[in-house]
């Protein structure tokens, strides 16, 4: 506000490399555009292998790359007769990045987007993807507890641990979460989870349990700091632990 004359702005401008650190301050969240960046080229490649995949019909790349826990438990019988018996453990990370149609994975990436521009400022690229990982395998372990036969499949249960994981976080600086969109958000979707048929609530549930973990001790606030390397072995541990769960139920 007033007049400044032409020295005074001058000087009042930030130094070189200031400006372009923050001109450049929206490339910040490399991991969150990567992890979209993998779910847009697998939902490409599956709609080239078979063009039913861009309107939801399950193709044979979600049979091969989907979750249940019959599969995961009895293996894979195919239309020619023939019987994969082995237990095929990759499931657990493929599932997490199929998607049945095109609405079901913008979706998805809409809110990946929103809240991994959030966490990643907060966390570093690298927490991010420990806290992606573990929920999505957290979400990976509820389908194989509480799934049926029915074939899982999509980001959701990784999206919703990061949405918990951040609720939690914002708890835990005093913040009311209703007030900021997240609660809202997470609040809607599960409603959505138990009211509509067809929704994996074993991974939505399961991603949840395991982001919230996440965000207790990785979104610390600072007058409750946590050890360092807590916020690593945290989302490993979590990681660690829903393997073995899946891997024990199946057995």
Not at 206 to 223: Q, R
Request: positive net charge; glycine residues 14%; hydrophobic residues 50%.
């Amino acid at each position: 506000m007033g007049s400044h004359c032409l020295d005074c702005a001058k000087a009042a401008q930030p130094d070189v490399a200031t400006r372009v650190k923050l001109a450049s301050s929206r490339v910040l969240t490399p991991v969150t555009y990567v992890i979209i960046g993998l779910n847009l080229a697998v939902f490409v490649w599956m709609g080239i292998k078979d063009s039913a995949a861009w309107s939801g019909h399950i193709t044979q790349a979600h049979v091969d790359l989907g979750l249940s826990r019959n599969i995961l438990k009895y293996g894979i019988g195919y239309t020619d007769g023939s019987h994969d018996p082995s237990h095929q453990w990759y499931r657990l990370v493929t599932s997490g990045f199929i998607h049945f149609g095109f609405f079901h994975i913008i979706m998805n990436m809409l809110l990946l987007w929103q809240l991994g521009n959030l966490l990643e400022r907060a966390l570093g690229g690298t927490k991010l993807a420990l806290m992606y990982t573990a929920s999505l395998l957290a979400g990976a372990a509820g389908v194989v507890i509480l799934g049926t036969n029915g074939l899982t499949g999509g980001a959701s249960g990784a999206v919703f641990g990061l949405m918990a994981g951040a609720a939690v976080g914002l708890h835990r600086r005093g913040v009311n979460i209703f007030s900021t969109g997240i609660g809202t958000t997470l609040l809607i979707n599960l409603v959505l989870t138990f009211s509509i048929s067809g929704i994996s609530i074993g991974g939505h549930v399961g991603g949840i349990v395991g982001g919230s973990i996440c965000g207790w001790v990785m979104l610390a606030p600072g007058w409750k700091p946590m050890p360092k390397w807590l916020s690593y072995a945290t989302p490993v541990a979590v990681s660690a632990a829903a393997i073995a769960v899946s891997m024990v139920i199946a057995w």
